[in-house]
């Protein structure tokens, strides 16, 4: 998740909490604003924080220990130009390869310096149809793991290379694994600049950054500046579920509320609460933090795009290995796996 900002367009406002009853915030960022500080240190297997319906059945057990061996891989230094950012990416394009995909890096130079990007694309039934992207950038800062952010987001596109290869849709689907997000979302606005110049067609990005770690105590969710004023029902309903970090956001603009009610739907049934924001233009611009990591490079040339998100430093203490480091071992492995199969859920969804 990247500390810079960047800008984007919306369309309307909209909160809508799950059915099992979660709270929720905006993207990420510096600074926190009001919630009750502390909360005890990171617990999977804690109680759930909200009596409701009964829960649907865990997570295939394989689901799990895929994702939990792939970040494991995936989180070690990987700063661009680094040996572990070259063994990332290799590994990412043998994996893709493995499930049928044909990668290709797009390099592109910037001011951050050398960057490669990898995609794989499934071509849809109608050419004119236009592209679903599903992305996540494998780069992380300098002498952190960064097993959330975004080892954990990584894995989760992998699985979806291997669940959506053989699906037959008539929008063509794009894996993207994006390179330099860390240094402002250079590689994603790179490709999506040259996109834009192409004319291609693109009916929705969707990105995930940190989608992996939850903390089921209270007080252990803090919101973005502003974000009471700006998103009064969400600050009511993150206060109701006693700032709870137990739920997975979704960002969205207003263009994208059909695939965002798609994510939703998909989400309660998989039992993983969720909670989705739509943000108008006048929204968007006052809370930056909602305009932090990929999804943005794409909202900022009219791109309908949405984030995917554990809401990184306004949960994890150990985001960007500020107190502890981010490793493997503080994630959630069945809460990864349900916001996985939610992701593959409206991807297909988007790619009719």
């Known amino acids: 998740m990247n500390r810079r900002r960047a800008s984007g367009s919306f369309s309307r406002l909209m909160l809508v909490a799950s059915t099992l009853g979660v709270a929720s915030c905006a993207s990420q960022a510096g600074t926190s604003s009001s919630a009750p500080a502390g909360g005890d240190p990171p617990s999977a297997g804690s109680a759930a924080s909200v009596a409701a ?14 994702l939990r061996d792939d970040v494991e891989k995936i989180a070690i230094r990987r700063d661009p130009g680094s040996p572990g950012w070259t063994a990332v990416r290799a590994l990412i394009e ?8 044909d990668p290709t890096e797009d390099a592109f130079e910037s001011g951050a310096g050398r960057g490669i990007n990898v995609l794989a694309r499934r071509e849809g039934s109608d050419p004119s149809a236009g592209t679903v992207i599903l992305s996540a950038h494998y780069d992380h800062i300098w002498d952190c793991p960064g097993a959330d952010d975004n080892a954990s ?26 390179d330099h997000e860390e240094d402002g979302l250079v590689g994603s606005s790179s490709w999506a600049r040259r996109a834009k110049l192409r004319g291609d067609k693109i009916d929705l990005a969707i990105a995930l950054d940190g989608v992996g770690y939850t903390d089921r105590h209270p007080g252990s969710q803090s ?3 502003a974000s ?4 009064p029902d969400v600050a009511r309903t993150l206060k109701t579920n006693g700032y709870r970090a137990d739920f997975i956001a979704l960002i969205a603009d207003g263009g994208s509320d059909v695939w965002a009610d798609a994510f939703e739907k998909s989400a309660d049934d998989r039992g993983l609460p969720a909670v989705v924001v739509s943000l108008n233009a006048l929204t968007r611009v006052l809370l930056l933090d909602a305009a932090r990591s990929d999804h943005a490079a794409f909202w900022v040339l009219g791109y309908r ?4 998100t554990d809401t990184a430093n306004f949960r994890n203490p150990r985001y960007h290995c500020g107190e502890g480091q981010d490793t493997p071992d503080s994630l959630d492995y069945e ?3 349900r916001v996985t199969s939610t992701v593959i859920d409206t991807t297909r969804a988007a790619a009719k």
């Open 53 to 66: 319906r009964p829960r649907p059945a865990p997570p295939d057990p394989a689901l799990v220990q895929r």
């Open 94 to 101: 043998a994996r893709l390869k493995e499930q049928g995909w």
């Open 153 to 178: 987001g990584v894995a989760a596109v992998l699985e979806a290379a291997r669940e959506l290869h053989d699906d037959a849709s008539k929008q063509s689907v794009m894996l993207a694994f994006w």
């Open 223 to 225: 919101l973005p500046p």
């Open 228 to 231: 009471e004023s700006l998103l």
């Open 305 to 308: 795009a949405m984030l995917v």
């Open 335 to 337: 809460f990864l796996a």
